[in-house]
């Protein structure tokens, strides 16, 4: 499941069964956490100071959705924030 492609779409996003995302959100954010424990000690990788925030943000509004409802939008934004952690940083050269 593309999940960035899916929350960028409406159309998709509304095509898409809530409980899938749903699991998949969390499923995400578990990933995520062990990632962010190991993520100081790995060279060249770059951890937000607040990424842990996002992750946890993301959890607790996942956890509250009904999949059986279309997700709210403060699950949408926390998803956009939390996956926005695993895009490269903009560097110049």
């Given at each position: 499941?593309?999940?960035?492609a899916i929350l960028d779409n409406a159309p998709i996003l509304q095509a898409t069964d809530g409980g899938e995302l749903r699991s998949t959100l969390l499923w995400i954010v578990d990933e995520m956490d062990w990632l962010g424990t190991i993520a100081g000690s790995m060279s060249g990788l770059s951890w937000p100071l607040d990424a842990p925030d996002r992750i946890e943000r993301l959890r607790t509004v996942a956890n509250a959705w009904d999949p059986f409802?279309?997700?709210?939008?403060?699950?949408?934004?926390?998803?956009?924030?939390?996956l926005g952690i695993l895009q490269p940083t903009q560097t110049t050269p």
């Open positions: 499941m593309n999940v960035a409802t279309p997700p709210p939008v403060n699950v949408l934004d926390s998803a956009r924030k939390c």
